[in-house]
């Protein structure tokens, strides 16, 4: 039977799809590369930026710039958000809506984590001043989930609301105002936050350089297969 269907496959298949597969691991590996080089860049623009930039409404902001903002809080509306696991602890981060003013979207200020507590979420800690007030921060994202499942608000209507890894337009929809594409994460020195401890993904460029590797070799010895395969026959 295995005579047969190999007399009926055109002796060239096997080079073609071997070589697809070869172009396919060159494609993965320098994809890998290229995210490597991306997360060097990333942490090497953490380490080396102690300024802080004014920051104002439209302006185009890079991952983890310093920035300083200035508006007022609305401390109605705040987002819990659930299930953030840090050092291995269960616990939340605090979305803290800051009106910028001028009709301008929302800009969301993470304001650190809080462990989950065995007698629930003790929402006093929310509290915040009133009038303007000028933070500092880094530009960040909102964390996403590996996989998400379901619905991202959950519990009662009334605020502040508890959700499970929202996009940015779950939350807009949430808040009845749109809300800037990036969070500002609440430097460690500012007060009203939590625990805060930013950092670039713990996922760095050296995982990426191994993977490029891996993929390189397994292309080089498909390759060398199929050019060892045709030199036989």
Do not use: C
Request: glycine fraction near 10%; proline fraction near 5%; charged fraction near 20%.
């Amino acid at each position: 039977m295995n005579d047969q269907i190999k007399k009926l496959l055109p002796a060239w298949l096997p080079l073609v799809v071997g070589a697809f597969l070869v172009l396919q691991f060159a494609g993965l590996s320098a994809w890998q590369i290229s995210r490597g080089l991306e997360k060097r860049a990333t942490q090497q623009t953490f380490q080396a930026e102690p300024v802080f930039t004014t920051w104002y409404n439209g302006m185009e902001v890079r991952s983890f710039q310093n920035l300083s903002v200035k508006g007022h809080y609305d401390s109605e509306h705040q987002v819990v958000l659930d299930n953030i696991i840090i050092n291995n602890r269960y616990g939340h981060y605090v979305l803290s809506p800051l009106d910028v003013g001028a009709d301008a979207p929302l800009l969301l200020v993470n304001r650190g984590w809080i462990e989950k507590g065995s007698s629930g979420f003790d929402y006093n800690r929310l509290d915040l001043v009133d009038g303007e007030v000028g933070i500092r921060g880094r530009a960040g994202s909102l964390p996403k989930a590996g996989r998400k499942i379901g619905e991202a608000f959950v519990g009662a209507s009334t605020w502040p609301k508890h959700a499970v890894y929202p996009t940015a337009a779950e939350i807009a929809i949430a808040l009845g105002r749109e809300v800037q594409p990036f969070v500002l994460l609440l430097d460690h020195n500012e007060q009203n936050g939590f625990l805060r401890y930013w950092v670039p993904s713990e996922f760095g460029p050296g995982k990426h350089f191994i993977y490029a590797l891996q993929w390189f070799v397994m292309g080089a010895a498909l390759a060398g297969l199929l050019v060892w395969n045709y030199r036989k026959k």
